[in-house]
Nanobody
Framework: QVRLVESGGGLVQPGGSLRLSCAASGITFSVYTMAWYRQVSGNQRELVAVITSGSSTNYADSVKGRFTISRDNAKNTVYLQMNSLKPEDSAVYYC??????????WGQGTQVTVSS
């Protein structure tokens, strides 16, 4: 059974930092492209950051220079370090696992709220 479990969300003040984690099980983690998406209620889910199996990364323009995606294949975990957080970063953050020719997998999401 495949599971992606996000953690690390919460309430933080503007300018603060959070680190999200997504622990995967039931997949050969190292061959998957991993990504973080976010969704505000009523809006479409948007891509935040992606890291390939070869550790190439890409980011949404809105988070470049503030967020960093990384992976630890030994721990089957992908991370999203979020710095200089803004109120507009508030959303539910989802982890996604992708592999060519395979169905994607999603986590259940973790809420991030940036507010004073």
């Amino acid at each position: 059974q495949v599971r992606l479990v996000e953690s690390g969300g919460g309430l933080v003040q503007p300018g603060g930092s959070l680190r999200l984690s997504c622990a995967a099980s039931g997949i050969t983690f190292s061959v998957y492209t991993m990504a973080w998406y976010r969704q505000v209620s009523g809006n479409q889910r948007e891509l935040v950051a992606v890291i390939t199996s070869g550790s190439s990364t890409n980011y949404a323009d809105s988070v470049k220079g503030r967020f960093t995606i990384s992976r630890d294949n030994a721990k089957n975990t992908v991370y999203l370090q979020m710095n200089s957080l803004k109120p507009e970063d508030s959303a539910v953050y989802y982890c996604k696992a992708d592999r060519l020719y395979y169905s994607p997998y999603w986590g259940q999401g973790t809420q991030v709220t940036v507010s004073s």
